[in-house]
């Protein structure tokens, strides 16, 4: 049996099978997915598509074509019911597909409003699949009012996307400012300031207590007892790994599928990839949820599957575009003890140091920083917090020193 078997038809899933084919493995193949479409790319539909600048056909990481012409069974709107590991099959409706390797690129799936406060009336949205911006484009129209819930980037570019089409938008952050949990207050004082300046009604420390309405959301009460009126709600909560299918298979879970090194799970024919996996990093598990991240950690699994026996070694890279900034992050903050921060107005960067060590970069509209950080993180170096300040100092400099 020389079978792949891959869950899950997201960037990781798709990325694996296109560097399985790519690597000259002439075994089979199978792509399950279980939305109707080819394979996509999700960062383009808070924005472009959400906007009508992009049609769906666009989005396609590849035509659907090329999966026939590569042999390559793409199964869309199928999902998995079940994993049998003693007899090394995946149900499929009333099929059982044989595997020699399985691999889960689940990803992962929005966190959710209770019911009991009303996250289940019309009109209450997440932003994670092309059915939910497809739910939600209708509504988006100029004096329309939508309160968005979070402040993290998900939260944010709605937030800037909705402001963009003239929206009344008012964006509410349960803890004490925006971005709390994935950076500096440098960095979310300069969003903070860029959506103000759009006309966001921008609410820190205050959550949401519930939405109301006669079967469409209508009215939602703030935690500070204040009421709005809304037309629409989206959901910026954050998301976790989809980890059930794993779950139930009996595989190790740990802040997603616990993978090795290599990216095999507790079950030496299974590997996991992408958003639902955690891997070893630096004496500790990490998870990712980026498009690198998938890309990359996919491209290692196919030429592990492929016998390669590839440490997988993660280089961190994100990016967040809100009206005309375009956010890029280098690197991971954890535990950072000390920031600087080089420029002002619209391009700034914030350099994120462990004692002497440089851990990451914020740049907004400042590609040269961005340039610079990535290539000292990923190269083991750093760069003196004072020198960093100055902005006399030419950056690039900083490469050679």
């Given at each position: 049996?020389?079978?792949?078997?891959?869950?899950?038809?997201?960037?990781?899933?798709?990325?694996?099978?296109?560097?399985?084919?790519?690597?000259?493995?002439?075994?089979?193949?199978?792509?399950?997915?279980?939305?109707?479409?080819?394979?996509?790319?999700?960062?383009?539909?808070?924005?472009?598509?959400?906007?009508?600048?992009?049609?769906?056909?666009?989005?396609?990481?590849?035509?659907?074509?090329?999966?026939?012409?590569?042999?390559?069974?793409?199964?869309?709107?199928?999902?998995?019911?079940?994993?049998?590991?003693?007899?090394?099959t995946v149900t499929i409706g009333d099929e059982d597909?044989?595997?020699?390797?399985l691999v889960l690129a689940t990803g992962s799936v929005?966190?959710?409003?209770?019911?009991?406060?009303?996250?289940?009336?019309?009109?209450?949205?997440?932003?994670?699949?092309?059915?939910?911006?497809?739910?939600?484009?209708?509504?988006?129209?100029?004096?329309?009012?939508?309160?968005?819930?979070?402040?993290?980037?998900?939260?944010?570019?709605?937030?800037?996307?909705?402001?963009?089409?003239?929206?009344?938008?008012?964006?509410?952050?349960?803890?004490?400012?925006?971005?709390?949990?994935?950076?500096?207050?440098?960095?979310?004082?300069?969003?903070?300031?860029?959506?103000?300046?759009?006309?966001?009604?921008?609410?820190?420390?205050?959550?949401?207590?519930?939405?109301?309405?006669?079967?469409?959301?209508?009215?939602?009460?703030?935690?500070?007892?204040?009421?709005?009126?809304?037309?629409?709600?989206?959901?910026?909560?954050?998301?976790?790994?989809?980890?059930?299918?794993?779950?139930?298979?009996?595989?190790?879970?740990?802040?997603?599928?616990?993978?090795?090194?290599?990216?095999?799970?507790?079950?030496?024919?299974?590997?996991?990839?992408?958003?639902?996996?955690?891997?070893?990093?630096?004496?500790?598990?990490?998870?990712?949820?980026?498009?690198?991240?998938?890309?990359?950690?996919?491209?290692?699994?196919?030429?592990?599957?492929?016998?390669?026996?590839?440490?997988?070694?993660?280089?961190?890279?994100?990016?967040?575009?809100?009206?005309?900034?375009?956010?890029?992050?280098?690197?991971?903050?954890?535990?950072?003890?000390?920031?600087?921060?080089?420029?002002?107005?619209?391009?700034?960067?914030?350099?994120?140091?462990?004692?002497?060590?440089?851990?990451?970069?914020?740049?907004?509209?400042?590609?040269?920083?961005?340039?610079?950080?990535?290539?000292?993180?990923?190269?083991?170096?750093?760069?003196?917090?004072?020198?960093?300040?100055?902005?006399?100092t030419d950056l690039k400099t900083l490469l050679t020193?």
């Amino acid at each position: 049996m020389t079978a792949v078997v891959v869950i899950g038809a997201g960037q990781a899933g798709a990325s694996l099978v296109a560097r399985l084919r790519d690597a000259g493995y002439d075994g089979g193949i199978t792509l399950v997915g279980d939305e109707p479409v080819p394979p996509y790319q999700r960062p383009p539909l808070s924005k472009k598509y959400l906007l009508g600048e992009m049609t769906a056909e666009r989005l396609y990481l590849r035509p659907e074509r090329y999966y026939t012409e590569a042999g390559i069974d793409l199964r869309l709107g199928t999902p998995v019911t079940g994993i049998d590991r003693a007899a090394r099959t995946v149900t499929i409706g009333d099929e059982d597909l044989p595997y020699a390797h399985l691999v889960l690129a689940t990803g992962s799936v929005p966190r959710r409003l209770p019911a009991a406060i009303g996250g289940d009336l019309d009109g209450v949205h997440e932003v994670r699949t092309l059915s939910d911006v497809d739910a939600m484009r209708p509504g988006f129209i100029p004096g329309a009012r939508v309160l968005i819930v979070g402040g993290g980037y998900i939260g944010l570019e709605a937030a800037a996307v909705a402001a963009a089409r003239g929206m009344t938008v008012t964006l509410v952050e349960m803890t004490e400012r925006i971005l709390g949990r994935v950076a500096a207050p440098e960095t979310a004082d300069y969003f903070r300031d860029l959506h103000t300046r759009h006309g966001v009604d921008l609410r820190e420390g205050v959550g949401l207590e519930r939405l109301s309405g006669d079967g469409r959301v209508h009215t939602a009460r703030l935690g500070d007892g204040s009421e709005i009126g809304v037309d629409m709600v989206i959901v910026g909560i954050g998301i976790v790994p989809d980890t059930r299918l794993a779950e139930a298979a009996g595989l190790e879970i740990d802040n997603g599928v616990a993978v090795d090194a290599q990216g095999r799970t507790s079950d030496p024919a299974i590997w996991a990839v992408g958003d639902c996996a955690s891997f070893p990093h630096d004496g500790a598990r990490l998870r990712l949820e980026s498009v690198p991240n998938a890309i990359d950690m996919a491209e290692c699994v196919a030429g592990n599957i492929m016998g390669a026996g590839t440490p997988y070694v993660p280089k961190p890279w994100f990016w967040s575009d809100q009206y005309d900034v375009k956010l890029q992050i280098a690197g991971l903050n954890a535990g950072y003890d000390r920031v600087v921060t080089r420029g002002g107005g619209t391009a700034m960067s914030v350099w994120y140091y462990k004692g002497d060590r440089l851990l990451a970069v914020d740049a907004m509209n400042d590609p040269r920083a961005y340039m610079v950080g990535k290539r000292l993180i990923e190269a083991g170096k750093t760069a003196d917090p004072g020198i960093v300040a100055d902005p006399a100092t030419d950056l690039k400099t900083l490469l050679t020193s």
